[in-house]
């Protein structure tokens, strides 16, 4: 099989750089052949609001080199992973032009929300779900704090959603969870074409013993990850439990200032992927409150291939990957006290805190390794190639 990956990279890195960067080294150590497509947002700077405006709609240098690629490689499937804001949906209709299929992950909201994250000051915010024009987001701001980035990003997806781009130039939608794919569907993109597929990590870490004794965040410090709940919580927690917390963000100045007043918290920064590894292998627990839905944490996953449980927010894509009282536990979104009981019955359950460690570990064996995303994703190539005449897309198996 010949696959082209396409890629718009951000201007600040994160997860979905890695999922786009290891699903294409999975296709190739298989011995598929995979090419690259790939632009980033450094080529913003300096660009005028008009000329970014015109490539947002349709980059018609982009689609070309997409269709060159495709008609010159001979590519059977071009697996998009971000479009966002240079490549543009053009890169859709000339991909199929050439003769391939085109296959989406929905790594956020964006196709349903200006933001992509389907959250506003810290909350969750649905107010442009459905909507054919999502004025409100224009409204709010909520693009870069612009209305007129705000408007640039509202008219582009509502334009392509009158035109039908999102139903007719995608043969199949990959969504990370189950929770995500009903959202995208409540915002209008065809339920036969998503199919629900999570995200892998390789190589295998390897399962930690969790004799560190602390409990553990990993990931930005912002509002919408829950730092306040975090931090308000260890500070009505009467004990003595040791919290690290490893990341960087618009927050970090609060975190500086928690450890200062609580010997128990350590702040330690933004770390690398081996170190971040290395610390979930000796924690207990895993710390997850956040207050949006999230795409699809990947520190969740890192978690559970070390053997760490999670305590994790009871809200969005989380409600399907942390399993109550089975993999760790769910707390309410924002609310202290549900926090501090949960944190409490792992201190006082060390017997059925085991028995999540290995549950952690056989749900990544199980869900979230190499092994199994090749079988997933090899069926969703297979089937958009190989279609049946009543197009009924499953679960990848």
């Known amino acids: 099989m010949n696959i082209l990956y396409v890629y718009n990279y951000y201007q600040n890195p994160g997860g979905e750089d890695e999922c786009f960067a290891a699903e294409a ?20 700077n300096g660009m005028s609001r008009f000329v970014l405006a015109g490539k947002l709609m349709w980059n018609r240098d982009a689609a070309k080199d997409i269709f060159n690629i495709v008609r010159d490689e001979r590519i059977d499937v071009v ?30 909201f964006r ?13 969750v915010c649905e ?31 509502a334009g392509h959603r009158l035109t039908g781009t999102w139903r007719q130039q995608i043969d199949r939608y990959i969504a990370l969870s189950e ?49 306040n709940t975090l931090l308000r919580a260890w500070k009505a927690l009467g004990r003595q439990i040791p919290l690290k917390i490893a990341g ?4 970090a100045a ?35 409150p956040s207050v949006w839905y999230e795409g699809f944490p990947m520190t969740i996953v890192e978690a559970y291939a070390s053997g760490l449980p999670v305590i994790a927010s009871d809200l969005g894509s989380m409600t399907s990957i942390v399993k109550h009282q089975v993999t760790g536990l769910r707390f309410l979104p924002g609310d202290v006290q549900d926090l501090i009981k949960s944190i409490e019955w792992f201190r006082t359950h060390p017997r059925e805190v085991r028995l999540f460690r290995i549950n952690a570990r056989r749900e ?11 079988a997933q994703l090899i069926r969703i190539y297979d089937d958009v190639l190989q279609p049946s005449d009543a197009l009924k897309p499953r679960e990848a198996a």
């Not at 298989?30 to 080529?43: E, F, I, K, P, Q």
């Not at 915002?187 to 004794?213: R, S, W």
């Not at 200062?260 to 081996?274: F, N, P």
């Not at 990544?364 to 090749?374: I, P």
């Open 25 to 44: 080294a999975l296709m190739e150590s298989r011995g598929h052949v995979v090419r690259r497509y790939t632009l980033h947002n450094d080529a913003i």
């Open 79 to 108: 697996h998009f992973h971000n479009t966002f804001p240079l490549i543009s949906p053009a890169a859709y209709y000339a991909a199929k032009r050439a003769g391939a299929k085109v296959v989406h992950t929905l790594h956020n």
């Open 111 to 123: 196709l349903v929300c200006p933001s992509a994250l389907l959250s506003r000051e810290g909350a």
């Open 127 to 157: 107010e442009c779900l459905g909507k054919t024009v999502p004025w409100r987001g224009v409204l709010h701001s909520c693009y870069r704090d612009s209305k007129v980035q705000s408007a640039a990003l509202a008219t582009m997806l």
């Open 179 to 227: 929770f995500a794919k009903q959202k995208f569907i409540q915002g209008g993109l065809p339920a036969a074409k998503i199919t629900v597929k999570p995200n892998f990590i390789d190589p295998d870490p390897g399962a930690g013993d969790g004799e560190g004794g602390y409990a553990l965040f990993v990931g930005r410090l912002s509002v919408d990850k829950g730092i």
């Open 248 to 251: 960087d963000g618009p927050m």
């Open 254 to 288: 609060e975190v500086r200032n928690a450890t200062t007043s609580d010997a128990r918290i350590e702040y330690l920064g933004r770390q690398e992927r081996k170190q971040v590894l290395g610390l979930m292998r000796g924690a207990s627990f895993l710390m997850f």
């Open 364 to 374: 990544y064996l199980t869900n979230y390794s190499a092994a199994r995303n090749y």
